[in-house]
């Protein structure tokens, strides 16, 4: 592994250590360019203010919104990360079709992201995290 590759892998890490903990102003710090693609819902965020007001929606359903790390690596511009997604129901959860009001119960979803890196550089310039867009609705029950 090179050097560029362990910094990348350090940016991934502190980049989803301090999204759980709400350190937006950090999070976005570990980008070049604030840009989201939600692969399962097709959702994209692009720029700070976006990436924000997505922050900002994501963790009313789930203020307590966690990540666990499965693996890790690196190769060429990408870092590629498989992780448990959890979290607790405290908040309104839009579903097609509905709102659901808070269950209070909790979920753990396996998923997978990339982060993609502008060429030479430890600042991230995509975030893409793949994912069944009903996992958390079936993993609480509301599906």
């Not at 965020?45 to 924000?52: C, K, N, P």
Request: net charge negative; glycine share 8%.
């Amino acid at each position: 592994m090179t050097d560029l590759q362990d910094r990348r892998i350090a940016t991934v890490r502190d980049h989803m250590a301090l999204e759980v903990t709400h350190d937006w102003d950090a999070v976005i710090a570990t980008f070049a360019h604030p840009r989201y693609e939600l692969l399962g819902s097709g959702a994209v965020f692009d720029g700070e203010e976006a990436v924000r007001r997505y922050f900002a929606a994501s963790r009313v359903p789930f203020p307590d919104q966690g990540n666990e790390i499965i693996a890790i690596a690196a190769a060429g511009d990408t870092v590629l990360v498989e992780f448990w997604l959890t979290g607790t129901h405290l908040g309104p959860l839009k579903v097609p079709g509905r709102t659901v009001e808070a269950t209070g119960k909790t979920f753990r979803v396996r998923m997978a992201a990339t982060f993609e890196f502008a060429p030479g550089s430890d600042r991230i310039v995509c975030e893409r995290p793949y994912f069944d867009t009903g996992a958390v609705a079936r993993a609480l029950g509301i599906a």
